[in-house]
């Protein structure tokens, strides 16, 4: 497509619910990234992935929170037991060259969780 | 790791007057430095990058300076508009890494 898609747009959920965010990125961009913006804050990096692997795993908070990329291209972040302190924009990103053009966002998921 | 400092995190200018937002990088091997802007309830968007073989790059009413000697960059508005109003963020990366170091953004307020 012609840019970061990104769904749902809104998201709210009981506490304790699993949910799960998708993202499609902009076809042949090879890196994709997962941020997460809580309200005013800025962008709280999540994990990476090149292809279909993920070589950088290092923001996610706990083990509540895991991604997945197949084919290359979409990938789904999937938080389980969701608590009130996972309410926050989930922003995706996808690039050409490991970001060394710039990233392209999408424009979020805002997950509420009540 | 890359850290990258911004400044100021909020800032108020009249309409039609010029805005400077500054940001520093701790690693000498950076060489990319792209700027976003954010709007309300939408993602980032890039607006302007330099690269670290130049000093200047300036888009209609945007540039960015590079000074790679004190390992800061900045991003200058001029004439600025009220849709000029966002959050920008900095960010830095290093060729050799692979993911882009984000500063924590300025709030930007033009007073009509």
């Known amino acids: 497509g012609a840019g970061v898609s990104q769904s749902p747009s809104n998201k709210v959920t009981e506490k304790g619910k699993d949910v799960e965010l998708r993202c499609d990125p902009i076809s042949g961009h090879t890196a994709l990234y997962w941020y997460r913006q809580s309200l005013g804050q800025g962008l709280e990096f999540l994990i990476y992935?090149?292809?279909?692997?993920?070589?950088?795993k290092s923001g996610l908070p706990s083990d509540r929170f895991s991604a997945e990329r197949t084919g290359g291209s979409v990938s789904t972040l999937t938080i389980q037991r969701t608590q009130q302190e996972d309410s926050a924009v989930y922003l995706c990103?996808?690039?050409?060259?490991?970001?060394?053009?710039?990233?392209?966002f999408g424009s979020g998921t805002r997950l509420t969780v009540v | 790791g890359e850290n990258v400092e911004q400044h100021p995190s909020t800032l108020s200018v009249q309409e039609g007057d010029s805005a400077v937002i500054k940001c520093t990088y701790s690693?000498?091997?950076?060489?990319?430095f792209p700027w976003y802007k954010q709007e309300l309830g939408k993602g980032p968007q890039l607006i302007i990058d330099i690269r670290s073989n130049v000093g200047e790059k300036k888009d209609q009413r945007i540039a960015v300076t590079l000074n790679k000697t004190a390992k800061h960059f900045s991003l200058h508005i001029t004439e600025t508009q009220p849709e000029d109003s966002a959050v920008y963020f900095c960010?830095?990366?290093?060729?050799?890494?692979?993911?882009?170091?984000f500063g924590t953004g300025t709030r930007l307020t033009i007073i009509p």
């Open positions: 960010a830095a990366i290093n060729f050799g890494n692979e993911k882009l170091t």
């Open positions: 690693d000498s091997a950076s060489n990319y």
């Open positions: 990103a996808s690039s050409l060259n490991r970001g060394q053009n710039g990233y392209t």
């Open positions: 992935f090149q292809g279909n692997s993920a070589p950088d």
